[in-house]
Structures are given as C-alpha cells and as structure tokens.
C-alpha cells in the first residue's frame, strides 16, 4: 500500500486565486503583458535591430517566447509552485531549444523553447508511501456504512488526513488536477474541516479537484463550502447495490431467477468455502492464480480507481476475504474477493473471476453464500457492486436521450460489459444511494482524460506467489 501523508494546513481555504483583485492574477497578468510588449517592439524595430534577420524567423522566435511566457503565466496564475527539478527540466529544454536554433533548425528549436515554459509549470505530483497502511486500515474499519471505504487502501492513492489523524481521504494526482476517491473516511465530525483544508492545499499546488464516487449523503461536504462550490457540479453516474443482509430471503417471485440459479449449482456439486486471503497456503494461491488468469477479468494487468484494489492473492491488505467455489471434484471453478470495513458491519464485494466453462449460475451462488456467511458473522451490510446508469437500462422509464445512450452502451458491452452487470445486479434488487462525480464544467475535456485514464490505462500486476514471498 501506498500513501502521501500531508499535513492539513491551519487556515481554512480562501477564495480562488482567479478573483479579480487576486496579487498572483496581477503577477501573472502583468508578466505575460510586459513580454507581449517588449517582443512587439523588438517586432516593430527589427530593421535597426539587425538587419540580416528575416521577418519570418524574428517572428516564429517572438512567437515561441511568447508562448512560454503564457506557460509560465498560466502557471502562476494556477498558484503552481516551481521546485529545482522543474527550473532544471525546463533550463535543460531551453539549452536544447537554443542549440537548435544554432543549427539552423529553427522551426524545431521555436516548439522546444516554446515548450521549456511549459515543463518550468508543470504541475506537481503526489507521491505515496507504503507505510502509511496500518492507518488507513484503522480508519477503513471505523468507517461503517460506505461500500467504497476499503478502496481507500488502492496502492497507487495518495491519502490526506486530518490534522488529529482521525479521518482523511484517498486521491491520486494527474496532469494538474486531484482526483479525491469516494468519501473521506473516519471521524464523520472531521470531514467538513478535512475537506476544507484539502483544497486550501490543492490551491497551494496549483491542483484543481474532481471528486469520482461522491455518496448521496456526502454532497454537502463539497457543494456548501464557500471556494470550493461555485466551481464543482454534481452528475450522478449509478448507484450502490448494497443488501441488508439480516433482511436478505430469496422467497418469491421476485427472486426466482436468482434461487434458480443457486439450485442449479447445488445439483451441480459445487461447494463453497471463504477463506482470509492472508492465510492462503501456496497450493490455494495457484489454484486461484490459474482462474484469475483464465478469467476475463483476471488478465496480467490490473485496472481502476475509485472501486477496486489490487494486489490480488498478495495477502498484503488487512479484512481481505475470499468465497472461493468449487465443482463435485474439488477443483477451483470461480473466487469473488471481498473486503471488510466498519469493524466486520460492512462487506465490499472487490473482483470477481470465474474460469471459462463455470456451471451456470456459480457467480450467484457464490454471492448468496457470501451473503449468509456475513449474516452469520454479525456483518450488517455487503456491497455487490456498482450499477452505472441504472435509468438507462430500465425499459419501463427511458426516455429518448437514454435509449440513444442505451443502443451505444449495448453496442459496447462486450467491452465494458455495464449492461450484462447491470442485469446480474438487478437479481438482487437491491440498488441504494446515489454516487457522483464533481468537477468544473470549465475543465471538461482534460476532466474526462484524467478519469478515464484513471480506470481504464492497465498496470501490470504482480506474480501472487513472488509478492507474498
């Protein structure tokens, strides 16, 4: 596990620094205003300044000052801080660029020394630190309620804590932007304050905040807070599939298909077991690390953000447990990974596999047997998945926008597969609050890039067997 451990800064947040009476905004405005002039001169002097310089090559080089001097602008005007790495790049560009222009390349060496403003403000990362896990652990098991609160572990997060250490939040840094993961998690009476103290140090940074997987009930923590609500909108994306599980009763016709899938892996012979992924034994570890590589989902690479953790089968998260079913001959058939938060109240369903040519219906299985096991052990709630878009794929309301959205997410199922979830959730009947996303409508574009680069660009994953070792 990774984490950035910041301490929260004392002052609460102030305003943007784009308001108009900003210093920074007149810093920046007045640089680049200054540069703009003085390059307009030397463009209107050029004669008397050397005569053996083309109009054209004179105007190429102003406008490739130029366009720095608006990178360096832009970043000022961002509140984007200059470290030596970044004086050194950009130093090493500009050298580059010159020695170009030296070479009579000048078409290249204007885009280089154009550029070397854009890696002297070039935003700041967030780097995190491993030790920082027994924390974040202690505060995922005092979360209760929150289905995404385990993911807050994700090795490749970023955390932020309150100044007590009591609550804190899960991000990742990406091209200028903060994305926060979920909902803080921890002391409720500190995430007000939390996130107030958060943006103070995003703004410090130069960083703009999106926040991917915001619950229903923690809206309020980023759209009534004055400096952060006038530049975030809330657009809801799905909702929680989150099951009572003292309540839980296949009886009915509701749940038909659903306990006709179970029967049919009884009569199959499969049988279930649930084991903590800490104390899998070798032989375990290899016959689950053959299902996740047969799985569609299991390939050698790991993917996602906001709803899922990785080092599968390494035994490195605390509350990881395994269902693992089996077929009439003890062979390994499918696993479902689950991790516990709110001291064992709260189970979260993490990633499935299932190796091709399962029985029918073992998923279901596997996840009614999850649900009986969490009953029995004093848990409260378990959290199956995420349902995306779950208007979109109810026939009896969609409207006409939402049938086109429909027709293209059919179209991309087997890719995306949010139609076929969608329809193995919708057994369970069980959808439950809301999640959003916030960011600026400004920032749109570049928004989409970093979330879909997020949970979508693969990392490769580490062998089972080497990491556990």
């Known amino acids: 596990m990774r984490a950035l451990t910041v301490r929260a800064p004392a002052a609460r947040i102030k305003r943007r620094v784009m308001e108009a009476d900003s210093h920074t ?50 970043g000022i005007f961002l509140g984007r801080p200059v470290t030596a790495a970044h ?3 950009a130093g090493a560009v500009l050298v580059v660029g010159i020695t170009a222009h030296l070479l ?33 652990g202690a505060l995922v098991s005092a979360t209760h309620g929150d289905p995404l609160a385990p993911f807050a572990m994700q090795s490749h997060k970023s955390s932020y804590f309150s100044a007590d250490g009591k609550s804190m939040l899960a991000y ?75 309540r839980f009763d296949m009886a009915g016709r509701t749940f038909r298909n659903l306990r006709q899938a179970v029967h049919r892996t009884r009569n199959a012979g499969v049988t279930t077991e649930v084991i903590a992924e800490q104390d899998l034994d070798s032989t375990t ?24 953790l990785d080092g599968a089968l390494e035994g490195r998260y605390p509350g990881v447990l395994l269902m693992i079913g089996r077929d009439r001959l003890g062979v390994v058939q499918s696993a479902q990974r689950y991790v516990l ?43 199956l998945a995420f349902a995306a878009f779950p208007e979109i794929f109810d026939d009896r309301r969609r409207t006409g926008v939402q049938h086109l959205f429909y027709v293209l997410i059919h179209l991309g199922d087997r890719l995306i597969r949010l139609e076929s979830l969608y329809r193995y959730l919708d057994k369970y009947h069980s959808l439950s609050q809301r999640r959003y996303v916030l960011l600026s ?11 879909l680069t997020l949970e979508f660009m693969p990392h490769r994953r580490r062998a089972p067997g080497a990491a556990r070792s």
């Open 25 to 74: 905004t007149r810093r920046g405005g007045a640089l680049a205003a200054v540069a703009l002039f003085a390059w307009l001169v030397m463009l209107t002097e050029r004669d008397e300044v050397r005569p053996d310089w083309q109009s054209g090559s004179r105007l190429a080089w102003s406008m490739a000052i130029l366009v720095a001097v608006v990178f360096i602008a832009r």
């Open 341 to 383: 938060a709110g001291g064992g109240s709260d189970v979260s369903l993490d990633v499935p596999w299932r190796r091709p040519g399962a029985p029918n219906g073992i998923d279901e299985r596997l996840s009614v047997d999850m649900i009986e096991w969490s009953k029995a052990h004093g848990a409260r709630r378990l959290s």
């Open 87 to 89: 004086a050194a790049a």
């Open 104 to 136: 009579s390349l000048n078409a290249l060496g204007d885009s280089v020394i154009a550029a070397s403003g854009l890696v002297l403000m070039w935003p700041t990362t967030a780097v995190p630190e491993p030790e920082m896990l027994p924390r974040i």
């Open 441 to 451: 409508p400004r920032h749109l574009l570049p928004a989409l890039f970093v979330l």
């Open 172 to 246: 990742r840094t990406r091209i200028g932007f903060a994305v926060v993961s979920g909902d803080p998690i921890g002391d409720a009476a500190q995430f007000r304050r939390l996130v107030n103290d958060f943006a103070g140090m995003c703004q410090n940074r130069g960083w703009r905040i999106i926040v991917l997987g915001c619950s229903q009930r923690r809206l309020p923590l980023w759209t009534e807070q004055a400096g952060i609500a006038e530049h975030l909108r809330a657009i809801p994306f799905g909702r929680d599939v989150v099951i009572d599980v003292r």
């Open 285 to 308: 570890v290899a016959e689950l690390t053959e299902v996740m590589d047969s799985s569609h989902s299991g390939v050698r690479t790991e993917r996602g953000f906001s709803m899922i």
